[in-house]
């Protein structure tokens, strides 16, 4: 069912004033039902913009930012710890195998002085060497975990002095963020407030349509500013602004645009 059918239902216009200014108010001086809709429209596209407004803050893509910086932050903490940790168990476990070299070197030392045939000396001697050579690989070991122990642990030092600094920026963008949605929730819930009211005062049937059409379109309602609907930009025939006007004038002051559908006010 077409808009004016619906809307014809519902209007009584039989005495014919008013018709030129149909679109502004009824003969009573109250807003005409085109004007209505119009108001009705505008507050929902005021809605829509700020539902994309709502998505796309400046505020939560800072928030984002600095949630991330938060986080990689906590994640290079953690496996510093991690690695410190490691390095820790790594020197201690040199320092044992040290230990145990010099042990058994001490006793190789000792049967070297109990041996007079020189082919078991010499065994042992080799058997000393090898030690030796096992001992400096672990000394190494050791050396280079406790200089990047050292290293770690001063790089360490430093990054958790930015600790303050990250919670202090993520506190901030927090805040921001919420005043911003705040802010945009009052404005939407005032615009809720004005669209309950705006559709209280319509005819059902017409606003079956309209709602039809804006989840189609997005926007129900246009204006006929020349021959173009400001709805789709196209521009009508004379006939059918013709046919638009006296549809209009007979009913509510709109009637739907031949070219996308839409609710014209003419």
């Not at 500013?225 to 006007?245: F, N, P, V, Y």
Request: negative net charge; hydrophobic residues 45%; contains cysteine.
């Amino acid at each position: 069912m077409s808009l004016m059918s619906d809307a014809a239902d519902a209007h009584d216009d039989s005495d014919g004033s008013g018709d030129s200014e149909a679109a502004e108010q009824e003969s009573d001086g109250a807003p005409s039902p085109a004007a209505r809709f119009l108001a009705l429209q505008t507050i929902d596209t005021e809605s829509d913009q700020l539902a994309t407004r709502l998505e796309r803050l400046e505020e939560r893509v800072a928030r984002a930012d600095a949630a991330a910086a938060m986080a990689e932050w906590e994640r290079t903490l953690e496996a510093g710890d991690n690695r410190m940790a490691e390095l820790a168990t790594a020197i201690e476990d040199a320092e044992r195998v040290g230990e145990g070299h010099a042990a058994q070197k001490a006793r190789f030392e000792e049967q070297l002085k109990t041996i007079i045939a020189p082919r078991e000396a010499e065994a042992l001697m080799h058997e000393i060497e090898t030690l030796d050579e096992q001992r400096d690989v672990n000394e190494t070991g050791e050396l280079e975990a406790l200089e990047e122990q050292s290293s770690l642990d001063d790089a360490l030092v430093a990054h958790r002095a930015a600790e303050q600094g990250h919670r202090e920026a993520l506190a901030v963008a927090n805040a921001a963020l919420a005043a911003a949605v705040a802010e945009i929730t009052a404005a939407q819930e005032q615009l809720d407030g004005g669209r309950a009211d705006a559709r209280a005062v319509l005819d059902e049937a017409a606003l079956r349509t309209y709602d039809r059409i804006r989840a189609h379109l997005g926007v129900a309602v246009a204006v006929l500013q020349g021959k173009m609907c400001t709805g789709c930009h196209l521009d009508l025939s004379a006939a059918e602004i013709d046919t638009a006007r006296e549809t209009a004038a007979a009913g509510t002051g709109l009637a739907d645009c031949p070219q996308c559908g839409r609710m014209l006010v003419t």
